[in-house]
């Protein structure tokens, strides 16, 4: 629009023929879609606003073709689990660890935290091993030690850890 007005304010003081306003939004259209028609204008401050239009044109479709690129390819991933809050509010996801003895089962009975609470009533009970192949299996996490999951991991996952090492879903105490 700026076009057409430069256009016909320069128009009236030379006494040119003067750009229609159709043309030159087509002008501007074209310009933003890369596809500019081949008649330019002749007055220089024509020529100068459309020379700016180009690089603005340019820098907005190639702002756009990027932002669009980059949300097509991107990966979006899970967060990881980093706490037994992230963990409890997972709506499809279960966990489990090994019948625990001792400390630990007093640990978990005798807290007044009802996140704890909440994870050990919910929580599978099975062995290592088990607990193991469902979290490859996706969307389960097994709780242990740190150096036990390592060792099962070494010794019967050892083909599958190698490629994640030791995954987001392990939450070792």
Known sequence: MSLWLLQKIWSWLDREAMLAVETA???SWGVLMESPPPRHPQQDSGRILVGWW??????????????????LTVLSFPSPIDSME???????????????????FLFFNQTKDPIMREVYKNCEFCETEEGLGKVLAGKFSYIDFESILTRALGKTHQRDWQSTCLPPEFVPL
């Open 54 to 71: 180009l690089l603005t044109a340019t820098v907005i479709a190639t702002a756009y073709r990027s932002s669009l690129v980059a949300h």
């Open 25 to 27: 939004l087509f002008f």
């Open 86 to 104: 992230d963990l409890a509010s997972r709506p499809d996801w279960s966990w489990g660890c090994r019948d625990f003895k001792g400390s630990i």
